[in-house]
């Protein structure tokens, strides 16, 4: 059952990427910069997508783990300077991929719920869709760069927090890792009561 899960975490995560980088890819597009159709990243192939760490090695370490599952893809090439609207056109972009995550998310728990108790496989698939779904959106809207979050403080915060947060991207996903694994814990009870809420508001909707 453990090889199954991993299987089934591994084509989760992977469909669950590709969707959050075509959405940032197609958000741009429409937002008029066409780089990332220009190198073929609205696609629906994988293989333009996956970073082998953040797509594949730690959400499964993390399933196997058994933490929150998160992670990332490649990011979609993007040229600032073709997006409408300046940095609330990039907000935008940005907001796009953890939209599409909530999206499924929601979709996976509703024939969920339709399912009942006897969903069997097809259950346990929407189930992880909800879990990495959750994870992903959550993980990516930290607002800390070069993640989807900090795209959207970029839009609203004062100058100079602008400029810290230039400085901090270029090492933003070591940033990231030294946060998590310091404050391990912390970022765990976020994560888990992040997604708690959400599932609860799920329920509601659909009144289970």
Do not use: C
């Not at 991993?6 to 980088?21: P, T």
């Not at 994870?135 to 800390?144: A, D, E």
């Not at 100058?159 to 996903?173: C, D």
């Amino acid at each position: 059952m453990q090889v199954l899960g991993i299987v089934i975490v591994f084509s989760v995560v992977v469909f669950s990427m590709v969707i959050h980088e075509l959405m940032h890819g197609l958000a741009s597009y429409w937002l008029g910069d066409d780089t990332a159709k220009l190198q073929g990243r609205l696609s629906l192939n994988p293989l333009k997508h996956i970073d082998p760490v953040m797509t594949l090695l730690v959400p499964v370490l993390l399933y196997m783990a058994g933490g929150p599952i998160f992670g990332g893809a490649k990011p979609v090439p993007i040229n600032t300077n073709k997006i409408k609207y300046g940095d609330y056109g990039l907000a935008l972009v940005a907001l796009a991929g953890p939209l599409s995550n909530l999206v499924l998310a929601f979709i996976s728990f509703g024939i969920l719920t339709g399912l009942g108790a006897d969903g069997g496989l097809l259950a346990l698939i929407l189930s992880l869709m909800v879990q990495v779904n959750l994870g992903f959106m959550i993980f990516n809207l930290l607002p800390i760069p070069p993640l989807d979050g900090s795209r959207i403080i970029y839009a609203i915060a004062p100058e100079f927090v602008q400029s810290v947060m230039r400085k901090i991207e270029p090492y933003g996903i070591v940033v990231v890792f030294l946060l998590i694994s310091t404050f391990s814990t912390v970022f765990a009870g976020y994560m888990q009561a992040a997604q708690t809420i959400i599932i609860e508001i799920f329920m509601g909707i659909f009144r289970v």
